[in-house]
């Protein structure tokens, strides 16, 4: 089966700018996740959605990020304004369901820089 | 609050060496336990899990790992060192705070086997 896609898979942006990442999921694959991987450090959860709908944003830096998953397949999470500290790689990874939580797969990722 | 700490940033083995990556663990419930590998310009791929049962995990590419409850460890095995074992590796544990228990993850240990 094919993996999680993410796209771009690198972005270069100044501080100020707004910029939007892409993952789709692996086919019926209900749950999905954003994680951020800051360099030296594991992944810390972004969001998880369950279908559209929003499971957990509690580590969402809800002033200048957002995502949604319309129509519960694709995702995008988009920063707007970007932050030097945002640089990071942006990990999209998908799960049968909520009881399969642990047991996710993962995209490349996009590995975003902020100068 | 769910934690895991992986003690050692880097860990160098000779290619036919056995190696073992440390993983720490602390949680209020019962653990589950996870081992997840990086490889260069990818995303995470899951490699075993510990939910219960026998306290020697078998996983993917012939890694193994060890639950030990007293010493609140999974630390990561494998018997033989291939140098495409060359990755990072994170432990991760269930978020039981999490509204549908995430993935907490370490910090990651870089393994680096040489010829």
């Known amino acids: 089966e094919a993996g999680v896609a993410q796209s771009p898979r690198y972005k270069i942006i100044e501080k100020r700018q707004s910029v939007a990442f892409w993952c789709n999921p692996i086919?019926?694959?209900?749950?999905l996740y954003w994680y951020q991987q800051i360099l030296g450090q594991g992944p810390k959860l972004l969001i998880q959605?369950?279908?559209?709908?929003?499971?957990?944003d509690s580590q969402l830096p809800k002033d200048r990020f957002s995502a949604e998953r319309l129509k519960g397949v694709d995702s995008t999470l988009k920063i707007q304004p970007a932050k030097l500290e945002d640089s990071a790689v942006y990990l999209c990874?998908?799960?049968?369901?909520?009881?399969?939580?642990?047991?996710?797969?993962f995209g490349p990722g996009t590995r975003l820089t902020v100068t | 609050a769910q934690s895991v700490a992986q003690p050692e940033d880097q860990v160098n083995v000779a290619e036919g060496n056995p190696l073992t990556v440390k993983c720490t663990y602390s949680?209020?419930?019962?653990?589950?336990l996870f081992w997840y590998v990086q490889y260069p310009n990818r995303g995470l791929q899951f490699l075993l899990k510990?939910?219960?049962?026998?306290?020697l995990v078998k996983g993917s590419y012939g890694f193994e790992a060890e639950f030990n409850k007293s010493q609140t460890s999974f630390h990561l095995k494998k018997p033989s060192a291939l140098v495409s074992d060359s990755a990072l590796y994170f432990c991760?544990?269930?978020?039981?705070?999490?509204?549908?228990?995430?993935?907490?993850f370490g910090k990651g240990t870089k393994l680096s086997v040489k010829p």
């Open positions: 991760a544990v269930r978020d039981y705070g999490g509204s549908q228990g995430n993935l907490i």
């Open positions: 959605f369950q279908n559209n709908g929003v499971v957990d």
């Open positions: 086919s019926g694959h209900a749950t």
């Open positions: 990874a998908s799960s049968r369901g909520l009881a399969d939580s642990y047991e996710q797969y």
């Open positions: 510990y939910i219960t049962g026998d306290n």
């Open positions: 949680v209020s419930g019962n653990p589950y």
